[in-house]
């Protein structure tokens, strides 16, 4: 794999510094990613790991910090590792655009693992974040600035930072495919690939791209069964996503649960009980009458994330695997991930 890119820079701003609300109101919402079906070529574009883990906003104002995840919810207190990280930092106002993730032996983040560490009795501290763009900086508004200037401002304010709760997260400028082949062979999630000079946009832009090397995304729990054997507390997930304003039925996923996750799930699926599915017998074709009568539906509110080898024609995911909750995300945002064709050598359509 080709050494990671890291630059220096000399940006510094000067301008009126606004308090953490109102920094916090300036910053609303993240850039995403466009899923797409291979990585784009050409050096026009730089790219990074894809992270296994939970997209974090980080607001810091006169070395008073803030956590907030991708749909607005302050998670400050979940993650102190990386709140007194921050507030350790020579940054005394900034925003950072990062993912917290908890590294296994291998040094491949892990989602479950990250799920361990924030349940109860979990290890916090092993949570760690990998920083991969600057928004603010000392009064100033960096997301016009092109993305390869906002990281080598980033890299050098936090000296390219490899160990401790706060990481640089590097990249690779070309080389898309190479990277994407070495990703895929450690085993891991995949990679971001960005336009270097691409300013910071909110929302879903094809200025940066994802490539998974598995399919893997969000559903809609719409209900549960009971175990047919042995003392786990519950048999398999039905899942969902949204389409056109209604739920469609994605199929089922039975493994990816270890004995805690299983009760800790029906404690919760406990409180959401409903007697209606939200959905047609006809939509859930496959199920047997028998399974579809011993389903126990809950409120379609909760969500979790699933491996998947790929998707069947009726629309249902095959070898699927229960990866965690995820509890960044809005059920109704919830949609079926189709990959683009990925855009021409340099430019975005």
């Known amino acids: 794999m080709p050494a990671l890119v890291k630059h220096k820079s000399s940006a510094s701003g000067s301008g009126t510094k606004p308090s ?32 296994d883990g939970y997209r974090l906003l980080g607001f810091v104002s ?75 900086l000392n009064g100033e508004d960096l997301t016009g600035l092109p993305l390869l200037e906002r990281k080598e401002t980033l890299d050098t304010l936090l000296d390219g930072a490899k160990g401790g709760a706060l990481r640089y997260s590097g990249h690779v400028v070309g080389e898309g495919t190479k990277m994407f082949a070495h990703a895929c062979k450690q085993g891991l999630e995949g990679i ?29 729990i719409l209900g549960y069964s009971a175990a047919r054997t042995g003392d786990r507390a519950l048999g398999a997930l039905y899942l969902g996503y949204q389409e056109k304003g209604e739920l469609r039925y994605a199929g089922k996923v039975g493994t990816g649960f ?42 379609p509110s909760l969500l979790c994330e699933v491996a998947f080898t790929e998707w069947t024609q009726d629309g249902r995911i095959r070898h699927p695997s229960f990866q965690g909750l995820r509890e960044d995300k809005e059920a109704k945002a919830v949609r079926r991930e189709t990959p683009e064709r990925t855009p021409k050598r340099g430019r975005s359509k």
Request: charged share 25%.
């Open 62 to 136: 006169n070395h008073e910090v803030r956590l907030r995840t991708r749909n607005g919810k302050d998670w400050t207190a979940r993650f102190p590792s990386l709140e007194a990280a921050l507030s350790k930092t020579k940054l005394t106002d900034a925003v950072i655009d990062m993912e917290a993730v908890v590294l296994d032996a291998s040094g491949k983040s892990s989602f479950q693992a990250l799920q361990a560490a924030l349940g109860d009795g979990g290890n916090a501290s092993a949570i760690v974040a990998y920083a991969f763009d600057i928004l603010y």
């Open 192 to 220: 971001i690939s960005k336009q270097a000079s691409a300013r910071y946009t909110a929302g879903r832009e094809k200025s940066w791209l994802k490539v998974k090397c598995i399919q893997r995304q969000e559903f809609v």
């Open 258 to 299: 270890t004995m805690k996750s299983a009760r800790e799930l029906a404690d919760r699926f406990a409180k959401l009980a409903v007697k209606d599915p939200g959905l047609t017998r006809a939509q859930t074709k496959g199920v047997p009458a028998g399974e579809w009568n011993s389903i126990q539906w809950v409120k």
């Open 20 to 51: 953490l609300p109102e920094l916090m109101k300036r910053y609303p919402d993240v850039q995403l990613a466009t899923l797409v079906d291979a990585p784009p070529e050409g050096d026009a574009w730089l790219h990074e790991l894809k992270f």
